[in-house]
């Protein structure tokens, strides 16, 4: 295992960030290349416990011979982010300085122009040096997986259409519970790099066999346990040697789990503020009409809570984790199996 830095200025004087890029180098150049990050949204840390333990294994693997792949390992991708924190609460998620999501605005590019993505890199703010550096190296490679977790939440993947149902072999390997097939409309990392490769041509390739790039959503934001992170670990190790990049020899189960279009999902939103009382957890299946949580939006007073049903039948998949909500905070979301009757935008399911 090789390790360096990639030191970003920062926008200020006297500040600089550091981030430490793992490399293992392979034995095969037609074998895929692999790139590999975690913690993008900065406060999601069940990618980096993920990624300790497969380094460990992988270089396990490199002891023995194995790796067939160049593989590029980003334990921490956000050095910028982790520093945010506001009044002793990391935000994580959204970029202080410039209010953006740091997991949108990723230059949509074809992977011909790629270089160009360097380009007069020191005229551009830290956080797009930084956004322009992750995605130059993931365009680099043809297996890209982007770690990150929902808030309460089952293991699930968003994954381009273009990609599947080639990437069920990822979906059985780490065991996740529902896949959301999304549309590639968006300027989230995971979407800009199926977009360069979509228009490495003028005309727009609609399906990308050998390629993938996927964001795998490491259940909620506190599952962050040893065991848990180790099962991670070896489920991706397993989804690396079934696509030739580690030589070992592994079999999967085909997967068994729901793989539905963002369409499809409900996401069940709070009528009014108030608190909220969930009846079902992430897991549960429930039917058309079913009671999901009831809300208490004047607390003591007769009339003084609604109930929140749920649109049509369906797996939980994620569940908030505030219990004093705003009026259409996201509550839940529902993999179903018709389309939801509410209208979406293209793109990702949440800004
Ligand atoms: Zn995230």
Same mark, same amino acid.
């Given at each position: 295992?090789?390790?360096?830095?990639?030191?970003?200025?920062?926008?200020?004087?006297?500040?600089?960030?550091?981030?430490?890029?793992?490399?293992?180098?392979?034995?095969?150049?037609?074998?895929?290349?692999?790139? %590999?990050?975690?913690?993008?949204?900065?406060?999601?840390?069940?990618?980096?416990?993920?990624?300790?333990?497969?380094?460990?294994?992988?270089?396990?693997?490199?002891?023995?011979?194995? %790796?067939?792949?160049?593989?590029?390992?980003?334990?921490?991708?956000?050095?910028?982010?982790?520093?945010?924190?506001?009044? /002793?609460?990391?935000?994580?998620?959204?970029?202080?300085?410039?209010?953006?999501?740091?997991?949108?605005?990723?230059?949509?590019?074809?992977?011909?122009?790629?270089? =160009?993505?360097?380009?007069? +890199?020191?005229?551009?703010?830290?956080?797009?040096?930084?956004?322009?550096?992750?995605?130059?190296? $993931? +365009?680099?490679?043809?297996?890209?997986?982007?770690?990150?977790?929902?808030?309460?939440?089952?293991?699930?993947?968003?994954?381009?259409?273009?990609? #599947?149902?080639?990437?069920?072999?990822?979906?059985?390997?780490?065991?996740?519970?529902?896949?959301?097939?999304?549309?590639?409309? &968006?300027?989230?990392?995971?979407?800009?790099? /199926?977009?360069?490769?979509?228009?490495?041509?003028?005309?727009?390739?609609?399906?990308?066999?050998?390629?993938? &790039?996927?964001?795998?959503?490491?259940?909620?934001?506190?599952?962050?346990?040893?065991?848990?992170?180790?099962?991670?670990?070896?489920?991706? #190790?397993?989804?690396?040697?079934?696509?030739?990049?580690?030589?070992?020899?592994?079999?999967?189960?085909?997967?068994?789990?729901?793989?539905?279009?963002?369409?499809?999902?409900? %996401?069940?939103?709070?009528?009014?503020?108030?608190?909220?009382?969930?009846?079902?957890?992430? =897991?549960?299946?429930?039917?058309?009409?079913?009671?999901?949580?009831?809300?208490?939006?004047?607390?003591?007073? $007769?009339?003084?809570?609604?109930?929140?049903?749920?649109?049509?039948?369906?797996?939980?998949?994620?569940?908030? &984790?505030?219990?004093?909500?705003?009026?259409?905070?996201?509550?839940?979301?529902?993999?179903?199996?018709?389309?939801?009757?509410?209208?979406?935008?293209?793109?990702?399911?949440?800004?």
């Amino acid at each position: 295992m090789n390790t360096s830095e990639i030191i970003i200025a920062g926008d200020t004087a006297g500040i600089e960030w550091r981030l430490p890029v793992l490399r293992f180098k392979g034995s095969d150049p037609k074998a895929p290349k692999v790139y %590999i990050q975690a913690a993008l949204h900065a406060n999601e840390l069940p990618g980096t416990a993920l990624v300790h333990f497969l380094c460990e294994r992988l270089r396990q693997s490199e002891s023995a011979g194995q %790796i067939k792949s160049d593989i590029i390992v980003i334990p921490h991708a956000n050095p910028i982010g982790a520093a945010q924190s506001h009044f /002793g609460e990391l935000q994580g998620r959204f970029d202080l300085g410039s209010r953006t999501n740091f997991n949108r605005e990723f230059p949509l590019i074809s992977v011909k122009d790629r270089d =160009g993505l360097l380009e007069d +890199l020191e005229r551009r703010s830290a956080i797009d040096k930084l956004k322009r550096q992750l995605l130059h190296m $993931a +365009l680099g490679c043809d297996l890209v997986i982007d770690l990150h977790c929902d808030d309460e939440s089952l293991q699930y993947a968003y994954i381009d259409e273009a990609f #599947w149902p080639e990437a069920a072999d990822l979906a059985s390997a780490m065991e996740m519970e529902a896949v959301l097939l999304s549309d590639g409309e &968006s300027s989230a990392f995971e979407e800009a790099v /199926g977009f360069a490769w979509k228009y490495e041509t003028p005309e727009k390739r609609s399906r990308l066999p050998g390629k993938l &790039s996927v964001t795998v959503e490491l259940r909620g934001r506190r599952d962050v346990y040893p065991e848990m992170a180790m099962k991670d670990a070896e489920g991706l #190790w397993k989804f690396l040697a079934s696509r030739g990049a580690i030589d070992a020899a592994v079999s999967l189960p085909a997967f068994d789990g729901p793989a539905v279009p963002l369409d499809n999902v409900e %996401i069940v939103r709070a009528p009014e503020a108030g608190t909220v009382l969930f009846h079902h957890n992430i =897991g549960e299946w429930v039917g058309e009409g079913g009671v999901l949580a009831t809300l208490i939006t004047r607390p003591g007073m $007769a009339d003084g809570s609604v109930e929140i049903r749920a649109p049509q039948a369906g797996l939980i998949v994620t569940r908030n &984790s505030e219990r004093l909500v705003r009026r259409r905070a996201d509550l839940m979301k529902i993999a179903c199996k018709t389309a939801s009757k509410a209208t979406r935008k293209p793109g990702t399911l949440e800004d």
